[in-house]
């Protein structure tokens, strides 16, 4: 397995015989539970590029750069990686706050393709973006909650950052679209390990459902919480961002009543899955860390950064954009496009099942959106 150096200066070069690429994912913090998953998703993707030619017939070479530590000291560094031709892309899953620290230093000089589900809104030249946003993923899955569950009063729980702020800002609008409203927000730092004072919040505001907005332990923890606290069997949970490493951290008896919304799920039957799933344990093993959304979402970064660049023919940012909106690829969420730089994709509806989600139905995309 490749070895993880979170100091990628220390023992890289320039070497003009490959394409290198910066690949961002936690190390540390709240969600390097799932980086593991990150890391050996986008490995597979890289070796099946080189496999069948590489890039511009070139090796396509990863470099990992921790993307748990402070967002500053993440730009710094993968600034330092561009600047000295190290790199000449960047993607990975982080957070919004670490993309909005890179994005301005390194967007215009190399293309940067962002995996993470964020809060809408990004639109630097030389970001191109792969996972979901609250129009196509929160809105349509609240809209269904109201109408199966009757659910109207939201409680929002969330860290305390630019994705769950503005992406609760976003549901309040949702909310009232279905006769609801936001009942109560909370908002918690990065490695919070203690509920009690939001747990009787919610229980006081007589919430329909709470709307989590956690990052990786930090929603592992909550959860233990809140079924410890009995409410689960009485308050269902909507997340945006859970996948099944987070689900099995969590325990079976901590998922009760917990929906979650996401382009990919490990339990999807299609073939595409399928494939995917055979290609990930052949190369990994049975053992590997389950390679749930939030994992296999580097995966779809390294396949669409690869495809940007084998479209324009050449590593230009300017001709890399001016060619997006007619770059395709086709890996485990099916075969996807881009259009005004984010992958328009499917979206689905699943509910924990123990610590596996059974996917109830895809949503309904907005058809006014482009």
């Given at each position: 397995m490749l070895e993880l150096d979170p100091h990628p200066l220390d023992w890289f070069t320039v070497d003009d015989s490959a394409i290198s690429v910066a690949l961002v994912f936690p190390m540390q913090g709240a969600a390097g539970i799932?980086?593991?998953a990150c890391e050996l998703c986008a490995r597979l993707a890289a070796e099946e590029i080189n496999h069948a030619g590489g890039v511009l017939g070139k090796e396509l070479r990863l470099l990992p750069v921790d993307g748990g530590a402070e967002p500053r000291e993440i730009a710094d560094r993968v600034e330092a990686l561009v600047e000295l031709g190290v790199v000449q892309g960047v993607t990975g899953w982080h957070i919004s706050s670490v993309r909005q620290a890179l994005a301005p230093r390194i967007a215009?000089?190399?293309?940067?393709?962002?995996?993470?589900?964020?809060?809408?809104?990004?639109?630097?030249t030389g970001v191109f973006l792969t996972s979901e946003t609250p129009d196509d993923q929160l809105r349509p899955a609240m809209r269904l909650l109201a109408g199966e569950r009757r659910v109207r009063r939201?409680?929002?729980?969330?860290?305390?950052?630019?994705?769950?702020?503005?992406?609760?800002?976003?549901?309040?609008?949702?909310?009232?679209?279905s006769g609801g409203d936001i009942c109560g927000q909370a908002y918690l730092p990065l490695d919070t390990h203690e509920f009690d004072a939001v747990l009787r919040r919610i229980e006081e505001s007589r919430a329909d459902a709470v709307l989590m907005l956690l990052v990786g332990s930090d929603a592992v923890r909550f959860n233990r919480a809140f079924a410890a606290a009995g409410l689960d069997q009485c308050c269902p949970r909507l997340s945006t961002l859970m996948d099944e490493?987070?689900?099995?951290?969590?325990?079976?008896?901590?998922t009760a009543d917990l929906?979650?919304?996401?382009?990919?799920?490990?339990?999807?039957?299609?073939?595409?899955?399928l494939d995917f799933h055979g290609q990930y344990a052949g190369r990994f093993g049975v053992e590997a860390p389950a390679a749930g959304s939030l994992g296999e979402s580097c995966y779809e970064g390294v396949l669409l950064l690869a495809?940007?660049?084998?479209?324009?023919r050449t590593l230009d940012v300017a001709a890399i954009g001016a060619a997006a909106d007619s770059v395709s690829y086709e890996g485990p969420r099916g075969l996807l496009r881009l259009r005004g730089s984010?992958?328009?994709?499917?979206?689905?509806?699943?509910?924990?099942?123990?610590?596996?989600f059974d996917v109830l139905t895809q949503l309904d995309l907005d058809p006014a959106r482009p």
């Amino acid at each position: 397995m490749l070895e993880l150096d979170p100091h990628p200066l220390d023992w890289f070069t320039v070497d003009d015989s490959a394409i290198s690429v910066a690949l961002v994912f936690p190390m540390q913090g709240a969600a390097g539970i799932f980086g593991p998953a990150c890391e050996l998703c986008a490995r597979l993707a890289a070796e099946e590029i080189n496999h069948a030619g590489g890039v511009l017939g070139k090796e396509l070479r990863l470099l990992p750069v921790d993307g748990g530590a402070e967002p500053r000291e993440i730009a710094d560094r993968v600034e330092a990686l561009v600047e000295l031709g190290v790199v000449q892309g960047v993607t990975g899953w982080h957070i919004s706050s670490v993309r909005q620290a890179l994005a301005p230093r390194i967007a215009h000089r190399v293309p940067y393709v962002y995996t993470a589900l964020y809060e809408g809104g990004e639109h630097t030249t030389g970001v191109f973006l792969t996972s979901e946003t609250p129009d196509d993923q929160l809105r349509p899955a609240m809209r269904l909650l109201a109408g199966e569950r009757r659910v109207r009063r939201w409680f929002v729980v969330g860290n305390d950052y630019v994705w769950p702020r503005r992406t609760a800002r976003a549901a309040r609008a949702y909310a009232r679209e279905s006769g609801g409203d936001i009942c109560g927000q909370a908002y918690l730092p990065l490695d919070t390990h203690e509920f009690d004072a939001v747990l009787r919040r919610i229980e006081e505001s007589r919430a329909d459902a709470v709307l989590m907005l956690l990052v990786g332990s930090d929603a592992v923890r909550f959860n233990r919480a809140f079924a410890a606290a009995g409410l689960d069997q009485c308050c269902p949970r909507l997340s945006t961002l859970m996948d099944e490493n987070m689900l099995m951290a969590s325990g079976p008896t901590a998922t009760a009543d917990l929906y979650s919304t996401a382009g990919f799920f490990a339990s999807l039957a299609n073939q595409d899955t399928l494939d995917f799933h055979g290609q990930y344990a052949g190369r990994f093993g049975v053992e590997a860390p389950a390679a749930g959304s939030l994992g296999e979402s580097c995966y779809e970064g390294v396949l669409l950064l690869a495809a940007l660049i084998a479209r324009a023919r050449t590593l230009d940012v300017a001709a890399i954009g001016a060619a997006a909106d007619s770059v395709s690829y086709e890996g485990p969420r099916g075969l996807l496009r881009l259009r005004g730089s984010h992958v328009r994709q499917r979206i689905y509806l699943a509910r924990a099942d123990g610590v596996d989600f059974d996917v109830l139905t895809q949503l309904d995309l907005d058809p006014a959106r482009p």
